[in-house]
Structure formats: structure tokens, C-alpha cells
């Protein structure tokens, strides 16, 4: 009877714990703010007590567009993402790549600010091994294991891959992106962002429509100059989609510089460390170092339920490990690539 009323079915979208080491999947704009040639690397895994594991990983090139002459100005970027999706030990898997492209508008020629308007388009292939899954019609009672694995089952009608294009696009607000903190004591971004604008169709059945719902996300954050030494940032995001499903995450970072200088150099080494709540579901914690061209971050996933129920798979905390690499880098320091670092 409850099959009968069974419309439709949803689960969480997958998605980085270090959100803006994985900047383009969080917004497109994002790939104007680096001010030098960029390379990124996540990887998130999760660990199921059956032995089965859960992988999302990503790579990103990013590339900054700067003007010529004597008041060189970067005016925008372009980023390209490849990523790959493992579910269940390859029974579900989703592999694309994204194109960014961004472009810096400042607000006045001596002003600290300025707003970046970014699009976004990609190619993504999912696929389902459907020979992994049992089916009811290949259960039997003739059989002392009650399965046969030679029966008939319905995945004929279902195809094994999809294939769809999708296109997004975002802006964000940025105070004193450079960090100049003799001048100012903080800076702060605000943005947008607009993902599935074209509402792809993602059904595995031929003549079938399933389509992809919008998403809209909000991201805000701040980094308060403590001392020479000290900065603190709080930051909030927010996702809502079209299908009304939302989520809220809250977290902060603190970072500590080892140099007595007040000036950024090459051997400066900052230590960070962070923590978010994602609301009513899970804790994640974040460390991490930046040494000149070289970040690198560890964030470890806790759901909440994991630490006061029962044993169950799908509540596994998860880890994740990124690497970023500046090429070409002023050894006298600026600008980074995101507000974490």
C-alpha cells in the first residue's frame, strides 16, 4: 500500500567538507580571485563497516587574467575542474569536467573592493553497474540460499549511463581581497551562486524525464586581523534548492602565523584550524598549513547521530585531504585563493 503512494525519492547531493579549497563547486566566480596560476587537489573518502567505501575527489587548474602595463590589474580568470564520484565501491559513479570563467569588476579606481560575475559549464556522465544489485524477482523458495542469481531481472529496461551538459553561473562581493590589514582591519565576500540553470534530464529510463532540480547557494564570510600574528574568520553557507530541499552550515577558522615579521614572506608558515556545524546533521573539523606556495588541509566529518545511536553505515565519518599549489607566487606574499587561506 505505501508503494503505491511512493512518487518519488531523494538523497543528499555529494559535496566537499572544505568548501573553499574546492572553490568552483561552491561558486564560478571564484575563478577570478586567485591573482596567480593555481593547482588544486581534494579528496574525500568514507569508510563503511562493510568494507564498502564512498570517494568524491577533484582537480582544478586556475588561471588569472592581468592586464598589461604599469597599473597591471587582474580583470578575471578562468578555471577548468575535472572531478569522479564513487558510491559504493563503483555501483554508482559520476565523472565530468567544468569550464569557469570570471570577471573582476572593481568599484573605483583606489577602492578595496569589487565585485566578480562568473559562468559555468560542464559535461557530466553517470553511470549504474546494475550487476550488483538483487532483485525481488530473483529471489526464489525452490533454492536453499533463496537467490538465483541466473533469474530474470527487470534492469533491461533501465539504461547503464546518462549523459547531460550543465551550466551555472554566480558573483560574489569582495573586500580587500589582498588582506592589506595596515589599512584596513578586515576583509569580507558576500555571493551567489546558481547551479542545473538548464535543468538537465537525468533519467536512466529511455523516454522517461527526471529533471535535475536549481540550486541556489549563499556564502558570506569574514577574516578579523586579531594581531600581526592572529586572524579569525567566521562564515556561513547557505543551500536551497528547487525541489524545497535547503541545509545550513556555520563554522569558523583561526590562523596563526609563526613569522615576528609583519610583513608576508616566503618562509612564512600559518597554522589553521576550523570547525563547521552543517545543521542538525554533522560536525567537521579542519587543519591545516599554508608555507609560502604550498596549503594543505585535513578536515574529518562527523555526523552527530554517529556519536549517540547505534552503529549504522551510513552515518561513517568521512575524511578529506587538499592540496594547493601557487605557481609563480611573489616571494613578498598576497592575495590567496580563498578565504580559508
Not at 9 to 28: D, I, M, V
Not at 53 to 79: D, H, K, M, T, W
Not at 246 to 258: A, E, L, R
Request: hydrophobic letters at 35%.
Amino acid at each position: 500500500m505505501l508503494a503505491c503512494f511512493a512518487f518519488s525519492a531523494s538523497g543528499q547531493n555529494s559535496q566537499f567538507s572544505q568548501y573553499y579549497t574546492s572553490s568552483l563547486f561552491l561558486n564560478p566566480s571564484f575563478a577570478g580571485i586567485p591573482p596567480d596560476l593555481q593547482v588544486s587537489l581534494n579528496h574525500k573518502r568514507q569508510f563503511q563497516t562493510s568494507g564498502i567505501s564512498n570517494e568524491l575527489s577533484q582537480f582544478s587548474i586556475l588561471y588569472p587574467f592581468v592586464s598589461s602595463g604599469f597599473n597591471a590589474r587582474q580583470f578575471g580568470g578562468i578555471g577548468l575542474t575535472a572531478f569522479s564520484e564513487s558510491i559504493g565501491d563503483n555501483f554508482f559513479k559520476n565523472n565530468g569536467f567544468m569550464v569557469s570563467t570570471a570577471y573582476n569588476l572593481r568599484l573605483g579606481d583606489f577602492s578595496p573592493d569589487y565585485v566578480i560575475f562568473g559562468l559555468q559549464g560542464g559535461y557530466f556522465n553517470e553511470s549504474i553497474n546494475f550487476g550488483n544489485l538483487q532483485w525481488g524477482s530473483q529471489y526464489t523458495p525452490y533454492l536453499v540460499s533463496g537467490f538465483d542469481p541466473n533469474a530474470a531481472d527487470p534492469s533491461a529496461q533501465f539504461n547503464d549511463m546518462v549523459h547531460y551538459p550543465v551550466f551555472n553561473a554566480g558573483l560574489t562581493y569582495y573586500f580587500n581581497p589582498a588582506r592589506t590589514y595596515r589599512l584596513y582591519k578586515y576583509s569580507a565576500f558576500s555571493g551567489f551562486s546558481f547551479k542545473n540553470l538548464n535543468r538537465p534530464n537525468t533519467s536512466f529510463m529511455g523516454g522517461e524525464v527526471a529533471r535535475k532540480p536549481m540550486f541556489m547557494t549563499y556564502h558570506g564570510g569574514m577574516e578579523f586581523s586579531i594581531s600581526h600574528k592572529l586572524r579569525w574568520s567566521p562564515n556561513g553557507i547557505f543551500y536551497y534548492s528547487t525541489d524545497n530541499r535547503y541545509q545550513f552550515n556555520m563554522g569558523s577558522y583561526v590562523s596563526y602565523s609563526f613569522s615576528d615579521n609583519r610583513s608576508l614572506k616566503a618562509n612564512n608558515l600559518y597554522l589553521t584550524f576550523g570547525l563547521w556545524y552543517r545543521l542538525r546533521d554533522s560536525f567537521i573539523f579542519t587543519t591545516g598549513f599554508q608555507n609560502n606556495n604550498l596549503q594543505m588541509a585535513f578536515s574529518y566529518d562527523l555526523n552527530k547521530a554517529y556519536l549517540f545511536t547505534e552503529p549504522n553505515e551510513s552515518l561513517v565519518p568521512s575524511f578529506e585531504i587538499s592540496l594547493t599549489y601557487t605557481l609563480g607566487k611573489d616571494k613578498k606574499g598576497g592575495s590567496s585563493s580563498n578565504p580559508l587561506f
